[in-house]
């Protein structure tokens, strides 16, 4: 399949490659921030585990997790780090510390 025709907002749902800017409330700031995506391998930076590393690297590019997981977002201002847009990812969010 050649994904490089797909629309980029689709590519953004199903691939997580970081970077995407998006607007969304922060628990921390208490308002809506500038929010940019980051990688999963971005999610844990101190985990200096190779084979959790590139478990987590591989996930970027599997539909199913960030279907279902959904992709981290990184607050601009506060720095605090929520999921988005996956089937989980307000209970992940409510239940994960963290983040
Ligand atoms: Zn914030």
Request: glycine share 10%; aromatic share 6%; net charge positive.
């Amino acid at each position: 399949m050649d994904i490089g025709h797909l629309p980029k907002n689709i590519l953004d749902k199903i691939c997580n490659l970081g970077g995407t800017e998006k607007q969304l409330r922060c628990k921390e700031c208490k308002k809506i921030t500038k929010q940019v995506s980051i990688t999963y391998g971005e999610m844990f930076p101190d985990d200096d585990s190779i084979p959790g590393h590139i478990l987590l690297a591989v996930n970027n590019y599997n539909p199913g997790v960030t279907l279902t997981l959904g992709i981290p977002f990184v607050c601009t201002e506060c720095g605090k780090m929520k999921l988005d847009g996956g089937l989980i990812s307000t209970v992940m969010n409510k239940h994960t510390r963290a983040y």
